[in-house]
């Protein structure tokens, strides 16, 4: 079976604990998406990571160009006023 | 009665443990890493559950008696596990396609098992069935993929299949240890149990697009200790270091 030929691969999202979100692990190979949440199972969940698992075929995902980085980041860099910090909260809230 | 339980429970156990050393042999070679991963993961829960029911055996057997000592220090004779389970793995469609004929059997059979009367086999049930409800899922949907996938895997499980069924009728073969252990409350209708697998069997094929082998006659004698050639190699790997050294520790 040459599986680089027709085995896709896909990105991979667990969910730890209710409340919290998928968050990506990794990725793998599988012939389809059933058989990568098989596959998720056993390669990401073995020691108890996760209660829930997401799969996306690794193409389905569009991805931001290293090239363009310094347009998209860069220019958040100096505007630390976009940080809720600038605020102050009042001993009864707690800690937020 | 305490001999049949104790047979009973080897039997139980020793599929476990023959199924769990032959799949451990796919370590390090399976097809693609996750199913490297996979297929160890089974074979640890294979292992697992041998451990809960060797150790119940050991119980029954009485104080000299160890997990380890059943394990590693019986001949084939005393051997009480299916045949299918020590034949050799063969390509991974054969593998697959064993675990299939098996784990569909093995699900059914641990469902009643949850209903034992005996407290320790329905405990060790509970705990299974969670794994062996997965195994058989896993089996299932491979034999699908490779029964339904290129002209090649088609082929080959095809082939696997034909060779492999003789050896399947031995799972629902009742003999008299059995019989006892169904009228005792302890074991399972393997009568029953033969018609759910023949119809979840002809189900997955259906899906598969492979043909049901039509063959009749069945091998026997494993459960009784009467072996293939083959299990003498699987012991002689699993059970040298131990013969060695004995008194070893971790």
């Given at each position: 079976m040459s599986t680089k030929d027709n085995w896709k691969i896909w990105e991979v999202f667990i969910r730890?604990?209710?409340?919290?979100n998928h968050k990506h692990v990794g990725s793998l190979h599988a012939p389809d998406a059933e058989m990568a949440v098989k596959n998720a199972r056993d390669?990401?969940?073995?020691?108890?990571?996760?209660i829930s698992i997401w799969v996306v075929p690794s193409d389905a995902v569009t991805a931001s160009s290293p090239d363009e980085s310094e347009p998209l980041f860069?220019?958040?860099?100096?505007?630390?006023?976009?940080?809720?910090?600038f605020y102050e909260i009042p001993d009864e809230i707690g800690h937020m | 009665m305490n001999k049949e339980l104790q047979e009973y429970t080897l039997r139980l156990g020793d599929n476990a443990l023959i199924l769990g050393q032959r799949l451990a042999e796919w370590c390090g070679h399976g097809p693609v890493l996750e199913q490297d991963i996979a297929l160890s993961n089974i074979a640890l829960d294979h292992l697992g559950q041998a451990r809960m029911l060797l150790n119940y055996a050991a119980e029954q057997k009485g104080e000299e008696f160890t997990e380890d000592k059943i394990a590693f220090f019986r001949d084939i004779f005393e051997y009480h596990n299916l045949l299918i389970l020590e034949l050799e793995n063969g390509d991974w469609g054969k593998t697959i396609c064993r675990q299939f004929l098996f784990d569909t059997f093995n699900y059914f059979l641990y469902t009643d098992l949850l209903?034992?009367?005996d407290e320790t086999i329905r405990s060790v049930a509970q705990k299974a069935i969670k794994e062996i409800s997965y195994h058989a899922q896993w089996s299932a949907e491979w034999l699908i993929r490779l029964g339904d996938g290129t002209d090649e895997s088609h082929e080959r499980v095809q082939s696997s299949l034909n060779d492999l069924w003789e050896w399947s009728g031995e799972m629902f073969t009742p003999d008299a240890v059995d019989e006892a252990m169904l009228e005792a409350g302890i074991g399972a209708d393997l009568n029953a149990i033969k018609e759910r697998w023949h119809q979840k069997v002809d189900q997955i094929l259906d899906l598969a697009k492979l043909d049901k082998p039509a063959g009749e006659w069945m091998q026997s004698g494993g459960k009784q200790?009467?072996?293939?050639?083959?299990l003498g190699f699987v012991l002689a790997e699993m059970q040298h270091i131990p013969r060695m050294h004995p008194e070893a520790k971790w």
């Open positions: 730890s604990r209710n409340g919290l390669v990401y969940t073995r020691r108890s990571e996760g860069t220019p958040a860099d100096d505007k630390v006023y976009r940080h809720p910090t | 209903q034992s009367k200790g009467d072996h293939t050639e083959y």
